[in-house]
Nanobody, 119 residues
Framework: QVQLVESGGGLVQAGGSLRLSCAAS????????MGWYRQAPGNQRELVAT???????NYADSVKGRFTISRDNAQNTLYLQMSSLKPEDTAVYYC?????????????WGQGTQVTVSS
C-alpha cells in the first residue's frame, strides 16, 4: 500500500506563486510515475503534470511555462512550483503515483489540497 499526503495549498492573488508538496510512503518501487492532477467544481479531474522516476516530465498546455514539477527520489517527495497563477487555476490539486508490479498496474491518490487564486 502507498500513502500520499499533499501540502502547500492555499489562497493567493492572481500573478502569485505557490509550491505544493506530496510526501509518499509505503511500498514504493523505484520505477514509477508521479503526477499532479486537479479538479475544479463541476469539472472532471484533469492532468496538470507528470514526472517519471528518471526525470522525464509532461505538462498540460494550460500550465506550460508557469508550473514546474520536480521530485526528490531519495525522500519520495513530489513538488509542483506554480507561478503566474490565474483564477482558472483554482481547483483541488491531487497527487498521484502509478507503478507496475509484475504484470499489474497500481494507481494511488492523495486526499487533495485546495488552491484558490483570487482575481
Amino acid at each position: 500500500q502507498v500513502q500520499l499526503v499533499e501540502s502547500g495549498g492555499g489562497l493567493v492573488q492572481a500573478g502569485g506563486s505557490l509550491r505544493l508538496s506530496c510526501a509518499a510512503s509505503g511500498s514504493i518501487f523505484s520505477a514509477n510515475t508521479m503526477g499532479w492532477y486537479r479538479q475544479a467544481p463541476g469539472n472532471q479531474r484533469e492532468l496538470v503534470a507528470t514526472i517519471t522516476s528518471g526525470g522525464s516530465t509532461n505538462y498540460a498546455d494550460s500550465v506550460k511555462g508557469r508550473f514546474t514539477i520536480s521530485r526528490d527520489n531519495a525522500q519520495n517527495t513530489l513538488y509542483l512550483q506554480m507561478s503566474s497563477l490565474k483564477p482558472e487555476d483554482t481547483a483541488v490539486y491531487y497527487c498521484n503515483l502509478k507503478q507496475r508490479i509484475l504484470l499489474s498496474s497500481y494507481d494511488y491518490w492523495g486526499q487533495g489540497t485546495q488552491v484558490t487564486v483570487s482575481s
